[in-house]
């Protein structure tokens, strides 16, 4: 009983605070509700017996990336521009789009609603550790790859971006 | 209670130039000084230091009293660490005790549970909360020392060590001020999710051996995901005060903390993998043992693995912790002070609350990770309970905090990201090498 209480909570909360984020006019409290809504997730991970999961949730996501969308967003915006209008003129093609997600995540949520885990869960940092670096070694690797060549092209475009910059307006 | 005790020699000469220099004072017929114990008369009608009374204090019978508040204070700390550390045996009795009584009663088994818990949670609170009034006064009469001051001496008695106290009382009777720029709602709320997370990241802590409120598996990784948490509170403080000083502050706060959380978790790595467990507890008695039964087998005494490892989590934990030499987002002479010029009173005062319940959770993780945890640095001091250890190890640890914070000049904001980037951070990397080699071997 006091489980299911705690995931209608938690499920409640991440809703609304993702709600929040595409309603809420000043960008920053934007960011704070996507901080919110991400920390649910991670209580949810949590309630299921997740735990490196949910702490990675919470190291990476909510004091992370959370932070840093909050700090892109105060760098770059004015006090005037932190009000944004929050609907554009395709409101009606993207509230169909959201409903026939919706209604086929409905359609799937229904086929595995009864199916139940086969064991229950253990905590396995040790066994995630290992298994990450032999069955799923490869995608790990080639995930790690991505991320790096990312990182290499955001360095690469804001230093170009820096040196036409300052060689325009010396 | 050595009655010869020569007391404080230091501030001595100061004073009594001063008091010489108004030509030749008046020899009035002083009244006996009186410490503290009626402050305003002491300061209406006695306007001289109480040179003389501290050639012998031990005279007083107000200092008597306040030395013995003192021990009495220290004897307070000891009983209630003993309760915390002794009662942790009669653990299970005092479970099994609230299972019997909801038994009883006829209430559900979960009620046990929650009580357990709740129990627990309000121990580790009160640790952050006292450990707020000792660090506070602690950090002032070092800081004085260091400066060649004495700090606060009157409030209390002795050494003034009620001075954090009365501190509190004033801060709580403060006016509570929200500016008129401010975003309300996030203002309010930000010294609240700064404070939250210590409290929270303080569940596995172990304050000696088999001796935390939770013993969680992924406990490093929990205290690390928990701690991060409040930087959002300090952005949200700097940007909901709708000033540009406290915007600065908070967005310096951001750069440096989640630049910082990278050495610093980075350098625990070879910690962990010498340990092989993420596990607090687990970690503490992986150091168990001494090497020809003389050198404790703590991870600082690894050779170069340790020592990098360690200094690396210091300086990364300082920087956490927004403490001087990596003060960046509260500095004084440039920003007034940062992400909480806004804040008055007790939303005020949660802000430093926060911050030194993250210097007791540095020092007691610097404990448990590199000294040992609750192990005696001899084997034959093992008769010495392990709380004792622990608390000795991380009141030394702060001790280092306090001592860097009034040490060193802070750095420049460009400084302290090449600091980071390009010297913890691949020294961190490297050590993680140089700890798989080590294992290799």
Same mark, same amino acid.
């Given at each position: 009983?006091?489980?299911?209480?705690?995931?209608?909570?938690?499920?409640?909360?991440?809703?609304?605070?993702?709600?929040?984020?595409?309603?809420?006019?000043?960008?920053?409290?934007?960011?704070?509700?996507?901080?919110?809504?991400?920390?649910?997730?991670?209580?949810?991970?949590?309630?299921?017996?997740?735990?490196?999961?949910?702490?990675?949730?919470?190291?990476?996501?909510?004091?992370?990336?959370?932070?840093?969308?909050?700090?892109? %967003?105060?760098? !770059?915006?004015?006090?005037?521009?932190? #009000?944004?209008?929050? =609907?554009?003129?395709?409101? &009606?093609? +993207?509230? /169909?789009?959201?409903?026939?997600?919706?209604?086929?995540?409905?359609? %799937?949520?229904? !086929?595995?609603?009864?199916?139940?885990? #086969?064991?229950?869960? =253990?905590?396995?940092?040790? &066994?995630? +550790?290992? /298994?990450?670096?032999?069955?799923?070694?490869?995608?790990?690797?080639?995930?790690?790859?991505?991320?790096?060549?990312?990182?290499?092209?955001?360095?690469?475009?804001?230093?170009?971006?820096?040196?036409?910059?300052?060689?325009?307006?010396? | 209670?050595?009655?010869?005790?020569?007391?404080?020699?230091?501030?001595?000469?100061?004073?009594?130039?001063?008091?010489?220099?108004?030509?030749?004072?008046?020899?009035?017929?002083?009244?006996?000084?009186?410490?503290?114990?009626?402050?305003?008369?002491?300061?209406?009608?006695?306007?001289?230091?109480?040179?003389?009374?501290?050639?012998?204090?031990?005279?007083?019978?107000?200092?008597?009293?306040?030395?013995?508040?003192?021990?009495?204070?220290?004897?307070?700390?000891?009983?209630?660490?003993?309760?915390?550390?002794?009662?942790?045996?009669?653990?299970?009795?005092?479970?099994?005790?609230?299972?019997?009584?909801?038994?009883?009663?006829?209430?559900?088994?979960?009620?046990?549970?929650?009580?357990?818990?709740?129990?627990?949670?309000?121990?580790?609170?009160?640790?952050?909360?006292?450990?707020?009034?000792?660090?506070?006064?602690?950090?002032?009469?070092?800081?004085?020392?260091?400066?060649?001051?004495?700090?606060?001496?009157?409030?209390?008695?002795?050494?003034?060590?009620?001075?954090?106290?009365?501190?509190?009382?004033?801060?709580?009777?403060?006016?509570?001020?929200?500016?008129?720029?401010?975003?309300?709602?996030?203002?309010?709320?930000?010294?609240?999710?700064?404070?939250?997370?210590?409290?929270?990241?303080?569940?596995?802590?172990?304050?000696?051996?088999?001796?935390?409120?939770?013993?969680?598996?992924?406990?490093?990784?929990?205290?690390?995901?928990?701690?991060?948490?409040?930087?959002?509170?300090?952005?949200?403080?700097?940007?909901?005060?709708?000033?540009?000083?406290?915007?600065?502050?908070?967005?310096?706060?951001?750069?440096?903390?989640?630049?910082?959380?990278?050495?610093?978790?980075?350098?625990?790595?070879?910690?962990?993998?010498?340990?092989?467990?993420?596990?607090?507890?687990?970690?503490?008695?992986?150091?168990?043992?001494?090497?020809?039964?003389?050198?404790?087998?703590?991870?600082?005494?690894?050779?170069?693995?340790?020592?990098?490892?360690?200094?690396?989590?210091?300086?990364?934990?300082?920087?956490?912790?927004?403490?001087?030499?990596?003060?960046?987002?509260?500095?004084?002479?440039?920003?007034?002070?940062?992400?909480?010029?806004?804040?008055?009173?007790?939303?005020?005062?949660?802000?430093?609350?926060?911050?030194?319940?993250?210097?007791?959770?540095?020092?007691?993780?610097?404990?448990?990770?590199?000294?040992?945890?609750?192990?005696?640095?001899?084997?034959?001091?093992?008769?010495?309970?392990?709380?004792?250890?622990?608390?000795?190890?991380?009141?030394?640890?702060?001790?280092?905090?306090?001592?860097?914070?009034?040490?060193?000049?802070?750095?420049?904001?460009?400084?302290?990201?090449?600091?980071?980037?390009?010297?913890?951070?691949?020294?961190?990397?490297?050590?993680?090498?140089?700890?798989?080699?080590?294992?290799?071997?």
């Amino acid at each position: 009983m006091i489980e299911q209480l705690v995931f209608y909570s938690l499920a409640a909360v991440a809703v609304l605070s993702a709600l929040g984020v595409v309603t809420m006019k000043n960008s920053v409290h934007s960011a704070l509700m996507l901080g919110l809504a991400l920390a649910a997730v991670a209580g949810v991970f949590a309630l299921l017996g997740a735990d490196f999961l949910f702490a990675g949730q919470v190291l990476i996501y909510v004091s992370g990336i959370a932070v840093l969308i909050m700090f892109v %967003v105060m760098l !770059l915006g004015r006090t005037y521009d932190l #009000h944004l209008r929050q =609907v554009n003129n395709q409101w &009606l093609a +993207g509230l /169909l789009i959201c409903g026939i997600t919706f209604s086929g995540l409905w359609r %799937v949520i229904g !086929l595995f609603s009864e199916s139940r885990a #086969h064991s229950a869960p =253990v905590p396995g940092t040790r &066994l995630l +550790g290992r /298994l990450l670096m032999s069955d799923y070694a490869l995608p790990f690797e080639l995930i790690s790859l991505i991320l790096m060549a990312s990182l290499l092209g955001a360095v690469y475009f804001s230093r170009s971006e820096r040196s036409q910059s300052s060689s325009t307006n010396p | 209670m050595t009655e010869a005790t020569p007391t404080p020699p230091a501030p001595k000469p100061s004073p009594a130039p001063a008091a010489a220099k108004p030509a030749p004072a008046p020899k009035i017929a002083m009244p006996t000084p009186v410490l503290n114990h009626s402050a305003g008369k002491l300061l209406t009608t006695t306007r001289y230091w109480p040179t003389e009374l501290w050639a012998n204090p031990w005279a007083s019978p107000n200092y008597r009293r306040g030395a013995l508040m003192l021990a009495a204070i220290i004897g307070g700390v000891l009983l209630t660490g003993a309760a915390v550390g002794e009662l942790s045996r009669w653990g299970d009795k005092i479970y099994a005790l609230i299972g019997a009584f909801v038994a009883s009663q006829g209430w559900p088994q979960n009620t046990a549970e929650g009580a357990w818990i709740l129990l627990k949670a309000l121990i580790v609170l009160h640790v952050i909360l006292i450990n707020g009034l000792w660090a506070i006064w602690w950090e002032r009469k070092i800081s004085a020392h260091i400066q060649s001051r004495v700090g606060p001496t009157y409030s209390g008695g002795f050494h003034g060590w009620a001075q954090t106290i009365f501190d509190g009382i004033k801060l709580l009777l403060k006016e509570d001020i929200t500016p008129d720029a401010a975003d309300k709602w996030v203002h309010a709320l930000a010294p609240g999710i700064v404070v939250a997370p210590v409290v929270v990241a303080f569940a596995p802590v172990s304050f000696g051996t088999q001796l935390s409120a939770a013993n969680i598996d992924i406990g490093v990784l929990y205290v690390f995901a928990f701690a991060g948490i409040s930087v959002i509170g300090i952005v949200m403080a700097g940007w909901a005060s709708g000033n540009k000083y406290s915007l600065l502050g908070g967005l310096r706060a951001a750069a440096q903390i989640v630049s910082y959380e990278l050495p610093r978790a980075f350098s625990v790595v070879p910690v962990l993998m010498l340990a092989g467990s993420l596990n607090l507890e687990a970690i503490a008695l992986a150091q168990a043992g001494y090497w020809h039964g003389l050198v404790p087998r703590w991870f600082l005494f690894y050779p170069v693995v340790g020592q990098i490892a360690f200094l690396i989590f210091l300086i990364a934990s300082v920087a956490e912790t927004n403490r001087t030499p990596f003060d960046i987002p509260e500095a004084e002479s440039e920003l007034v002070s940062g992400f909480h010029t806004e804040y008055s009173g007790m939303k005020w005062s949660i802000f430093f609350l926060a911050e030194y319940g993250y210097v007791l959770l540095a020092s007691f993780l610097l404990a448990t990770f590199f000294l040992g945890g609750g192990a005696p640095p001899l084997a034959q001091l093992g008769f010495i309970p392990s709380w004792i250890w622990m608390l000795a190890k991380a009141l030394l640890m702060m001790f280092i905090f306090l001592w860097t914070r009034w040490t060193f000049p802070r750095l420049r904001a460009d400084q302290l990201m090449d600091f980071n980037w390009k010297f913890l951070l691949p020294w961190s990397f490297a050590n993680i090498a140089l700890a798989g080699a080590y294992l290799l071997l």
